[in-house]
């Protein structure tokens, strides 16, 4: 089945730092990728959907600046959270997409962050 | 708006049968998932219906019909590792972001 990796599975950092997450498809060519964030007890929020080649699409109340995606290949999109504050840390998940329109989304495991 | 709803929580006992509600009203439809997830893990796939009717697969099956824009998920012969939460999404068309109900927090007692 499809696979896709998150790294690292947990980070804690400072107040003002940045941190990167990957996203990567281990066996398949993604041409989309979704990066959903979750709080505790809540239901995943899309925050923004990665094209391999072009700029990401950020939701309504997401601030691109913040929250930077680069999705450089079609197996790799990379989600930065620039001067993290406390109130960033959530669970960050991503998910990839087959080619086909019709296929189901295959979600990574997980990033916690935790910003001190 | 995309309106997706599904009960909040639910309780049943262990080796008893449950069924998860989830009913839609979207601006497209292109299939409909159910996804696990389990306290602090990502979600895992469980199922996909995109024509109406009953798809089974072992313990977990699941319901479509789309002139009623409902669905369901059925576990038979609960399992205290059921426990979790059940995502109901939909695609709404083409390569685009499934949109999510608040998800179903399953409690399995014995």
């Known amino acids: 089945g499809a696979v896709v990796s998150q790294h690292p599975s947990r980070v804690i950092c400072k107040s003002g730092t940045s941190v990167k997450i990957e996203c990567r498809s281990l066996d398949f060519q993604a041409t989309t990728m979704f990066w959903y964030r979750q709080f505790p007890k809540k239901s995943l929020m899309l925050m923004a959907t990665s094209n391999e080649g072009s700029k990401a699409t950020y939701e309504q109340g997401v601030e691109k600046d913040k929250f930077l995606i680069n999705h450089a290949s079609l197996t790799l999109s990379t989600l930065t959270v620039t001067s993290a504050h406390p109130e960033d840390s959530s669970f960050y998940i991503c998910?990839?997409?087959?080619?086909?329109?019709?296929?189901?989304?295959?979600f990574g495991p997980g990033t916690r962050l935790t910003v001190l | 708006g995309q309106n997706i709803d599904q009960p909040t929580e639910m309780t049943a006992t262990e080796g008893a049968i449950v069924q998860i509600n989830c009913t839609y009203q979207?601006?497209?439809?292109?299939?409909l998932f159910w996804y696990q997830q389990h306290a602090g893990e990502a979600p895992t796939f469980l199922s996909y219906?995109?024509?109406?009717g009953l798809e089974e697969k072992g313990r977990f099956s699941s319901f479509l019909s789309r002139s009623k824009g409902y669905s369901y998920l059925l576990l038979k012969e609960l399992q205290m590792k059921d426990s979790a939460s059940y995502l109901c999404a939909v695609l709404i068309s083409g390569n685009t972001p499934l949109v999510f109900g608040k998800g179903t927090r399953l409690s399995v007692i014995a």
């Open positions: 979207t601006s497209g439809f292109n299939g």
């Open positions: 998910s990839a997409s087959l080619a086909s329109s019709t296929d189901t989304q295959y």
């Open positions: 219906n995109v024509l109406d």
